[in-house]
């Protein structure tokens, strides 16, 4: 948001629109990181024979 307005000519501070953001409802997207989970049970818990 901060780098649009800066590009189309408004001069605003990071800080002002960071105040801003959660009085309009605004989110930031969160990419969470990949977790691999595995179907099969772990070495750990398999019954020695």
Same mark, same amino acid.
């Not at 649009?4 to 009085?23: H, M, T, W």
């Not at 309009?24 to 019954?47: A, D, N, T, W």
């Given at each position: 948001?901060?780098k649009?307005? @800066?590009?189309?000519? @408004?001069?605003?501070?990071?800080k002002?629109?960071?105040?801003?953001i959660p &009085?309009?409802?605004?989110? &930031?997207i =969160? =990419?969470? @990181?990949?977790h691999?989970h &595995? &179907?099969?049970?772990?070495v750990?818990? @398999?019954?020695?024979?």
């Amino acid at each position: 948001m901060y780098k649009k307005l @800066k590009a189309n000519g @408004k001069n605003i501070s990071l800080k002002r629109i960071q105040r801003y953001i959660p &009085s309009m409802g605004l989110r &930031s997207i =969160v =990419v969470k @990181k990949f977790h691999p989970h &595995s &179907s099969k049970p772990s070495v750990e818990k @398999k019954p020695f024979k």
